[in-house]
Structures are given as C-alpha cells and as structure tokens.
T-cell receptor
Framework: GNSVTQMEGPVTLSEEAFLTINCTYT??????LFWYVQYPGEGLQLLLK?????DKGSNKGFEATYRKETTSFHLEKGSVQVSDSAVYFC??????????FGEGTQLTVNP | DVKVTQSSRYLVKRTGEKVFLECVQD?????MFWYRQDPGLGLRLIYF???????EKGDIPEGYSVSREKKERFSLILESASTNQTSMYLC??????????????FGPGTRLLVL
C-alpha cells in the first residue's frame, strides 16, 4: 500500500535559517506529490505539488523536487520567517482522488 | 476561490450522544472527504464520497457514518460518541478532473471534545 514518511519534529529554527523537511514515500504507479501547510487554528492548505518525476513545485519561497530514483519529495526554503511557523504535511495520490498523508512536522521559527 | 465550510469550530458533547458534523463546499466538486487529525498520527481518512448518495470507507470508518444527499454537502455522523472520538475533524473536497492534480481543499476543522 501507499505510505509517506516525514522527518520527525518538532523543528525549531531561527529567522533566516535554511529549512529542509524530509519526505519519502512508497507507492504503486506514478503518484502525484504534495506539501500542505496548516497554520495555527486553521485547516490545511496546499503549499505546492508535483505531478511527475523531476518536476519542481514552488510557492512562497518553498521548493520541492519529485525524485523518483530516491522516492523523495523534500521541502526546502532558503530563509525562513516567523510567519512560516506551522505544521507541514507531505502527501501523495497514486490513483483516484485519495490522499495519503505523512505524520506532519511542526516548524517553529524564532525571531 | 474554493471555499469549504464546517458547521462548528468547537463542539463539546457527552458520551453516547449522536453528533452531526456538517461540511459544505461551493466549487461544485464531485469528491468530498472526512479526516480526523490526531497528534503524531497525521490525517486519517474516515469516509469519502465521489458522488451524491455514494460513499466509500476510508482507513478508520468504525464508529462513524456519513450522508451525502446533495452535491455540496457531506455530513459526518457519530452514532454514539465516545471519548476516543475526541479529535480534530477536517473536511475536504476535490474535483474529478485529473489535470487538477487531485488537489484537496480543506475546511477550517471542527475540534470535538467528548466528555
């Protein structure tokens, strides 16, 4: 079956630090890959996605590249801000409309 | 913009009560989903629906049922609430169209406390 594994959190960084949140997956076929973000007190919202191998998704300074050879979709940002503090979820969809989510990674950015 | 709304942000119920959680989307999406979110477990799919009056069990359907009488509305029902159903409940919707990349749009969540 499908599964998503994220690096364990929580992650605490200082403002302007470099961020990496690791995500690896197991799936049948050729899945689409997603990063969702959940700000405090809110539902999830799509941050970025990639639908085929070697695609790079990007949004709000965040990037992730779909690496089929390593079954990974790591999230990166060059310089985090306090406003990036949130929970980040990696997810995949391999058929139909169902998403499989990782456990989530709590990010706290201190000024 | 897609909007998914949930009937309550916070709800307190007693053990044994019947609980209804309502979700409405305004983008004419065919697919709708109910998840629960618990710390360390991520999101787990309870039920989903790909059309009116259609429903499919997700990964943890026990203790829950759903209803989809209209395309825009998807209800989650706890037939007899128990304390282990205390959780955050998230509703989502998505289009059938594959070129949308199966993006799901989420509501703000309902935090349910069962006493």
């Amino acid at each position: 079956g499908n599964s998503v594994t994220q690096m364990e959190g929580p992650v605490t960084l200082s403002e302007e630090a470099f961020l990496t949140i690791n995500c690896t997956y197991t799936a049948t076929g050729y899945p689409s890959l997603f990063w969702y973000v959940q700000y405090p007190g809110e539902g999830l919202q799509l941050l970025l996605k990639a639908t085929k191998a070697d695609d790079k998704g990007s949004n709000k300074g965040f990037e992730a590249t779909y690496r089929k050879e390593t079954t990974s979709f790591h999230l990166e940002k060059g310089s985090v801000q306090v406003s990036d503090s949130a929970v980040y979820f990696c997810a995949l969809s391999s058929s139909g409309s169902r998403l499989t989510f990782g456990e989530g990674t709590q990010l706290t950015v201190n000024p | 913009d897609v909007k998914v709304t949930q009937s309550s942000r916070y709800l307190v119920k007693r053990t044994g009560e019947k609980v209804f959680l309502e979700c409405v989307q305004d983008m004419d999406h065919e697919n709708m989903f109910w998840y629960r979110q618990d710390p360390g477990l991520g999101l787990r799919l309870i039920y989903f629906s790909y059309d009116v009056k259609m429903k499919e069990k997700g990964d943890i359907p026990e203790g829950y049922s759903v209803s989809r009488e209209k395309k825009e509305r998807f209800s989650l029902i706890l037939e007899s609430a128990s304390t282990n159903q205390t959780s955050m409940y998230l509703c989502a919707s998505s289009s059938h169209l594959r070129d949308r990349g199966q993006t799901q749009y989420f509501g703000p969540g309902t935090r349910l406390l069962v006493l």
